[in-house]
C-alpha cells in the first residue's frame, strides 16, 4: 500500500539533508518533488497544488530547533498537511435510531457486499443485533453471496427473491427487523453506474422511502482517480455521509485516499484490506499520514494485537515462560492469536521505517502454514512434551503434514532453542540483572 508514494516522498525529503536551514530556494525544489509525486500517485492535480503550497508555506522561514533538521521538520510539516487533507480526525459511524439504517451505494464490482458483510461482523463485535437486507435484484447469485457472508459472521440475512422491487424489499426488511428486535439494519442495493439514470432513481427512491441515518458510498481504490469523480457524481445524487474505500491492500497508489475527501468534502469512515470479515478498519487520517511517510502505525498495531489476544491466554503463557514450562501447544496457540490478526503485509506496514528495509522482498502470507501444519500433525500429548517424539514419530508428522522429517528436526530445534532463551530470561530477571 502507496510503496511507490512512499519511495518518492523519501526521496525527495532526502534533498534536505545537511541543509543547515529551510530556504525558499530549497524548499521550492523539495516541494515541486513532492507535488509531483502526489500527481503520479494518481491525487487530483489541485488538491496536489493546494496541499503543497500549503506545506511551502508552513516551512518556508520556519526556525529549524536544535536537534531537529530540516529533513526532519518537513516530514512533520507533511503530516500535518496530509492527515488534514484526509479529514484530520476518524469519524464515527451513525448507528442512532430504532433501528438504526444503513444504506450502501457504489459501482459495481467495488466490493460493496464484501463490506455489508464485514460491517455486520464489526457491529456485532459491539453486542448489537444485526439484520442484513438483500436488495440487489439484478446480479445474479448476489443474495447468495450475501447469505454466505451472513452465514460466515452469525447475521440473519433478510431476502425476497421473487420481488424485483427494491423499495418494498427495504421497507418489508425494517418491519421485519422492528418485529424482531434488530437495532441495526443494513441494506445491500445493486451495483450502478452514475450515468444510469433508472438505477440512480432506484436508490433515491430506496433512501427517500427508508430515510436512513447513515448512507455510505463504497469505492474500490484501485480505481484511482476516477474513484473520486464517481464518488462525486453519486454524492450529487445521493447527498451520502460517509466513503468507504475497499481493496487498500491491492496494488493501489493511493490517489483515491488522498483525494476524496477534498474533493468530495465527505469524510472515508472505514477502509477495507482483505477478504476476511475482521479485514476491516476504521480510518484514521493522522495514522494514515504516518503509513504513507513510512512513519508507521504502532497504535494501530497494538489495537489489533488487544483485539484478538485474550487475556486469560496471555496470563497463562506468561506463567509457562515463568516456570519453564513452555511446550508446543503454547506455540501452536500462538500462531492461531497472529493469524487472527489478518494481512502480514498490513501487519509489517505499521511498524515505523520498515517499508524502505523491506523494499523489493516478497513477504510470503503462507510463511506460517507449514509450521501450523507440523505442529497439527502432532497428537496433543507430543506437544505438550515433545521430548517424546522419536524417529518414527518424526516420520509420520513429516508424512501427516506434507513436508520432511528435516522440516520436522528444524522446527524441534528452533523450539528448544526458544526455551533455553526463555529460561536465560527468567534467570537474569530473578538475579536482578533486568530491573
Given at each position: 500500500?502507496?510503496?511507490?508514494?512512499?519511495e518518492?516522498?523519501?526521496?525527495?525529503?532526502?534533498?534536505?539533508?545537511?541543509?543547515?536551514?529551510?530556504?525558499?530556494?530549497?524548499?521550492?525544489?523539495?516541494?515541486k518533488?513532492?507535488?509531483?509525486?502526489?500527481?503520479?500517485?494518481?491525487?487530483?492535480?489541485?488538491?496536489?497544488?493546494?496541499?503543497?503550497?500549503?506545506?511551502?508555506?508552513?516551512?518556508?522561514?520556519?526556525?529549524?530547533?536544535?536537534?531537529?533538521?530540516?529533513?526532519?521538520?518537513?516530514?512533520?510539516?507533511?503530516?500535518?498537511?496530509?492527515?488534514?487533507?484526509?479529514?484530520?480526525?476518524a469519524?464515527?459511524?451513525?448507528?442512532?435510531?430504532?433501528?438504526?439504517?444503513?444504506?450502501?451505494?457504489?459501482?459495481?464490482?467495488?466490493?460493496?457486499t464484501?463490506?455489508?458483510?464485514?460491517?455486520?461482523?464489526?457491529?456485532?463485535k459491539?453486542?448489537?443485533?444485526?439484520?442484513?437486507?438483500?436488495?440487489?435484484?439484478?446480479?445474479p447469485?448476489a443474495?447468495?453471496?450475501l447469505?454466505?457472508?451472513?452465514?460466515?459472521?452469525?447475521?440473519?440475512?433478510?431476502?425476497?427473491?421473487?420481488?424485483?422491487?427494491?423499495?418494498?424489499?427495504?421497507?418489508?426488511?425494517?418491519?421485519y427487523?422492528?418485529?424482531?428486535?434488530?437495532?441495526?439494519?443494513?441494506?445491500?442495493?445493486?451495483?450502478?453506474?452514475?450515468?444510469?439514470?433508472?438505477?440512480?432513481t432506484?436508490?433515491?427512491?430506496?433512501?427517500?422511502?427508508?430515510?436512513?441515518?447513515?448512507?455510505?458510498?463504497?469505492v474500490?481504490?484501485?480505481?484511482?482517480?476516477?474513484?473520486?469523480?464517481?464518488?462525486?457524481?453519486?454524492?450529487?445524487?445521493?447527498?451520502?455521509?460517509?466513503?468507504?474505500?475497499?481493496?487498500?491492500?491491492?496494488?493501489?497508489?493511493?490517489?483515491?485516499?488522498?483525494?476524496?475527501?477534498?474533493?468530495?468534502?465527505?469524510?472515508?469512515?472505514?477502509?477495507?484490506?482483505?477478504?476476511?470479515?475482521?479485514?476491516?478498519?476504521?480510518?484514521?487520517?493522522?495514522?494514515?499520514a504516518?503509513?504513507?511517510?513510512?512513519?508507521?502505525?504502532?497504535?494501530?498495531?497494538?489495537?489489533?494485537?488487544?483485539?484478538?489476544?485474550?487475556?486469560?491466554?496471555?496470563?497463562?503463557?506468561?506463567?509457562?515462560?515463568?516456570k519453564?514450562?513452555?511446550?508446543?501447544?503454547?506455540?501452536?496457540?500462538?500462531?492461531?492469536?497472529?493469524?487472527?490478526?489478518?494481512?502480514?503485509?498490513?501487519?509489517?506496514?505499521?511498524?515505523p521505517?520498515?517499508?524502505?528495509?523491506?523494499?523489493?522482498?516478497?513477504?510470503?502470507?503462507?510463511?506460517?502454514?507449514p509450521?501450523?501444519?507440523?505442529?497439527?500433525?502432532?497428537?496433543?500429548?507430543?506437544?505438550?512434551?515433545?521430548?517424546?517424539?522419536?524417529?518414527n514419530?518424526?516420520?509420520?508428522?513429516?508424512?501427516?503434514?506434507?513436508?520432511?522429517?528435516?522440516?520436522?528436526?528444524?522446527?524441534l530445534?528452533?523450539?528448544?532453542?526458544?526455551k533455553?532463551?526463555?529460561?536465560?530470561?527468567?534467570?537474569?530477571?530473578?538475579?536482578?540483572?533486568?530491573?
Open positions: 500500500m502507496f510503496q511507490s508514494l512512499q518518492r516522498l523519501n526521496q525527495a525529503v532526502k534533498s534536505l539533508s545537511g541543509k543547515g536551514r529551510i530556504t525558499e530556494l530549497n524548499v521550492a525544489a523539495t516541494v518533488e513532492i507535488r509531483r509525486a502526489l500527481v503520479e500517485a494518481d491525487v487530483n492535480y489541485k488538491v496536489a497544488k493546494d496541499v503543497t503550497d500549503r506545506i511551502k508555506d508552513e516551512a518556508i522561514g520556519r526556525k529549524v530547533l536544535i536537534d531537529v533538521n530540516p529533513g526532519q521538520l518537513l516530514v512533520k510539516i507533511m503530516e500535518d498537511e496530509l492527515a488534514q487533507l484526509m479529514g484530520g480526525q469519524t464515527s459511524i451513525n448507528i442512532k435510531g430504532d433501528p438504526a439504517i444503513i444504506l450502501m451505494s457504489g459501482l459495481q464490482g467495488s466490493g460493496k464484501t463490506f455489508c458483510g464485514k460491517l455486520a461482523h464489526y457491529l456485532k459491539q453486542n448489537r443485533q444485526i439484520l442484513l437486507v438483500a436488495c440487489d435484484i439484478y446480479r447469485a443474495i447468495e453471496q447469505k454466505t457472508l451472513g452465514a460466515a459472521v452469525g447475521v440473519e440475512v433478510y431476502a425476497e427473491p421473487e420481488n424485483k422491487d427494491a423499495v418494498e424489499i427495504s421497507l418489508n426488511a425494517i418491519k427487523a422492528k418485529a424482531n428486535h434488530k437495532q441495526i439494519v443494513i441494506i445491500d442495493t445493486a451495483g450502478r453506474l452514475a450515468i444510469d439514470e433508472q438505477m440512480m432506484e436508490i433515491e427512491n430506496v433512501k427517500k422511502a427508508v430515510n436512513p441515518t447513515e448512507t455510505l458510498f463504497v474500490d481504490a484501485m480505481t484511482g482517480q476516477d474513484a473520486v469523480n464517481t464518488a462525486k457524481t453519486f454524492n450529487e445524487r445521493l447527498n451520502f455521509d460517509g466513503v468507504v474505500l475497499t481493496k487498500l491492500d491491492g496494488d493501489t497508489r493511493g490517489g483515491a485516499a488522498l483525494s476524496i475527501r477534498a474533493v468530495v468534502e465527505k469524510p472515508i469512515k472505514f477502509v477495507g484490506m482483505g477478504e476476511k470479515p475482521d479485514a476491516l478498519d476504521v480510518f484514521h487520517p493522522d495514522r494514515m504516518r503509513r504513507i511517510l513510512d512513519m508507521g502505525d504502532v497504535v494501530g498495531l497494538v489495537e489489533k494485537m488487544q483485539a484478538v489476544f485474550d487475556e486469560d491466554e496471555e496470563k497463562r503463557l506468561a506463567a509457562q515462560i515463568r519453564n514450562q513452555l511446550n508446543l501447544e503454547d506455540f501452536l496457540s500462538q500462531i492461531r492469536q497472529i493469524k487472527k490478526m489478518g494481512n502480514i503485509k498490513d501487519m509489517i506496514s505499521m511498524i521505517g520498515i517499508s524502505g528495509m523491506l523494499k523489493g522482498k516478497e513477504i510470503n502470507e503462507d510463511a506460517y502454514k509450521t501450523e501444519a507440523i505442529l497439527l500433525s502432532m497428537t496433543p500429548k507430543e506437544r505438550q512434551s515433545p521430548q517424546i517424539i522419536d524417529a514419530r518424526k516420520k509420520r508428522i513429516a508424512l501427516g503434514s506434507g513436508t520432511t522429517v528435516e522440516k520436522v528436526n528444524a522446527l530445534r528452533q523450539f528448544e532453542e526458544m533455553k532463551f526463555m529460561k536465560k530470561m527468567n534467570q537474569a530477571q530473578s538475579s536482578g540483572k533486568l530491573r
